[in-house]
């Protein structure tokens, strides 16, 4: 009964001349409460604890030695991704084709190379010219037309790079070879029933709609590796990791040098994340009704919104919001 | 050559010891429609698939234009053919899909133009206006930089058979291109392939819809068990049924 007379009320009444009072959430401002005054406390012991030793943090953090060896990092990194995905790739496709011998070689690669440590791969890599002191090229089991010293064709640096994108390659094959999987097998039935060449099927057709599963996955693993070129320092190798190292045992600033480092891993990892957020982006067309929104844009329309409601409550002077 | 466009012969196929076509014999002239009908699991799809050789068949042959599909014949011997040749073959025979298979991550007008481009290499200038023609034909002129996924299903299989049509192929195949969309977008789609039929396209389509049989068909074969039971022109075979199974079947879907 109460029921249609609050009906008759309402109808009655201007829509626009009701007012919307949000519901009161006093659990949400408890909780976020507490957790601003723990990000005050832990930025609290940050700053003011001279232990940190910022001042050494400053003067480091852009010194010559330790941009090289940032550079460094980076270049084991690109070399590690890029190596390690075109023979990912190659082994993914191995893996996928119906020649049995090709299907279970790349397989015995993936295990052995997924299976043993990357550090004792890499001292493996270090130590080969140990095992092969010379490397021929020339006909399978006949003749060499040329020989080099192991020393000569693999230094430190190619050991330590090689190293890197063998592991990696069998991770990226797993990861491409689900990109693969994860496209629906209708649209190479189309493709071949276009003609389509095979090749560029794969191309064209297979390879952008695998991105879509391989990108967020791919991205896990270069963060991984920007971090996991650390492990070169065992071949005495001057990226990040090493590098600093090499400074606090010689000045003794521990903390400080190890906060250098991790900085700028924090560095690299932030730009690699926002590229990959844009690549993520690219290889999303189509694939929703509409791409979402980039950051950028988001801010841009949160204070369009903000300026038009201050305009119009300049305009109505109206004491709505209170 | 005065053969007709597409000549099924003798055709068995089976998955394991299931046997899904059991000797199947189709002759379709050229600018003739055929239709194909026929309860569920009776080898319609497969008979199909079988034709533009996306199944590989186990006795018989199929041939398009006088060209046996996926073989190569020398004397009395077929050869099967590379990959690469079948490939070749396929340009000429359009496929339409029950569920469109349209590429996603590609505009509605690279849909239409990749395979004449990248199948046939023909001149970029040439297959884009021919895609412009074929998309006003669909009436889908201003979907053009569209995506699949942002259009009505009854669209998407439109753009699926400008697709098909780009490579102008000698016979056009539609396996069941209506079952996957909403009914009110059935219409639409029978539209498009009505007055395709009307222009003079060679065409075997598999429908359950009869209506659009008895209005745009030379011949209707009806298919059961993985053999045509019975053929013929649309009046005889829907009306006069002369198999039993024919008319159990008619009588279900009428």
Redesign the interface.
């Known amino acids: 009964m109460s029921a249609s007379f609050v009906l008759e009320e309402t109808t009655a009444e201007s829509a626009g001349s009701l007012t919307v009072i949000r519901a009161r959430r006093p659990g949400r401002w408890a909780a976020g409460a507490v957790v601003a005054v723990l990000l005050a406390m832990a930025a609290n012991a940050l700053v003011t604890n001279p232990a940190w030793d910022w001042p050494v943090v400053a003067a480091y953090l852009f010194h010559p030695s330790v941009l090289h060896a940032v550079l460094f990092t980076m270049e084991l990194t690109a070399l590690g991704i890029v190596l390690g995905f075109l023979l990912g790739t190659v082994l993914a496709l191995m893996r996928l084709s119906h020649v049995p011998l090709l299907a279970s070689v790349a397989w015995g690669y993936v295990w052995l190379f997924r299976s043993v440590p990357l550090i004792l791969q890499l001292l493996f890599w270090y130590n080969l010219a140990a095992l092969y002191k010379q490397i021929s090229f020339g006909v399978p089991f006949g003749p060499a037309f040329f020989s080099v010293g192991s020393m000569d064709l693999i230094g430190p640096v190619t050991a330590a790079a090689l190293g890197l994108a063998l592991h990696q390659a069998a991770y990226a094959a797993e990861i491409v070879r689900g990109g693969f999987l994860s496209v629906d097998p209708g649209q190479l039935e189309a493709a071949a029933a276009l003609g389509i060449p095979r090749a560029r099927q794969i191309v064209r057709i297979q390879l952008p709609q695998a991105m879509r599963s391989i990108v967020p996955a791919a991205g896990n693993e270069i963060i991984g590796l920007v971090k996991g070129t650390s492990v070169v320092y065992i071949m005495a190798l001057p990226e990040l990791f090493y590098q600093v190292q090499v400074i606090y045992n010689r000045n003794g600033r521990v903390i400080a040098m190890l906060l250098v480092a991790a900085i700028w891993y924090l560095v690299l990892t932030t730009v690699l994340s926002v590229g990959q957020y844009y690549v993520e982006r690219r290889f999303g067309r189509g694939l929703a009704r509409a791409l979402p929104p980039t950051p950028v844009w988001r801010v841009r329309r949160v204070l369009a919104v903000r300026r038009a409601a201050r305009r119009r409550r300049s305009a109505g002077g109206g004491d709505e919001e209170r | 050559m005065s053969g007709p466009m597409v000549d099924v012969r003798g055709v068995y196929k089976s998955y394991g010891s299931l046997d899904v076509l059991r000797g199947v014999d189709l002759r379709v002239e050229a600018g003739e429609v055929t239709v194909v009908i026929g309860p569920s699991g009776s080898g319609k799809s497969t008979l199909l698939r079988s034709i533009?050789h996306?199944e590989k068949i186990d006795r018989g042959y199929v041939t398009i234009d006088g060209e046996f599909v996926g073989y190569r014949r020398s004397g009395d011997r077929l050869y099967e053919l590379k990959?690469?040749d079948i490939?070749?073959?396929?340009?000429h025979?359009g496929?339409v899909?029950q569920?469109f298979?349209?590429?996603?991550?590609?505009?509605v007008r690279q849909n239409v133009t990749?395979?004449p481009l990248?199948?046939?290499g023909r001149p970029r200038d040439q297959v884009e206006a021919l895609a412009t023609e074929l998309l006003e034909q669909v009436g889908l002129s201003g979907k053009a930089g569209a995506?699949?996924?942002?259009l009505s299903g009854g669209q998407q299989q439109r753009v699926a058979i400008a697709?098909?049509l780009a490579?102008r192929p000698k016979v056009v195949l539609f396996d069941e291109p209506t079952s996957a969309l909403d009914p009110e977008l059935v219409g639409e789609v029978l539209e498009v392939m009505k007055a395709l039929a009307r222009g003079g396209t060679t065409m075997i389509v598999v429908t359950h819809e009869i209506g659009f049989a008895r209005e745009v068909a030379d011949t209707v074969a009806f298919m059961d068990a993985g053999r045509i039971v019975e053929q013929g022109p649309p009046p005889q075979v829907l009306d006069r049924p002369r198999h039993d199974r024919t008319r159990a079947f008619l009588s279900k879907v009428l």
Not at chain 2, 87 to 91: A, C, G, S
């Open positions: 533009n996306l990959e690469r490939l070749r073959q396929r340009t025979i496929f899909f569920n298979h349209l590429f996603p991550h590609l505009t990749e395979a990248s199948a046939q995506y699949p996924r942002q697709r098909a490579l």
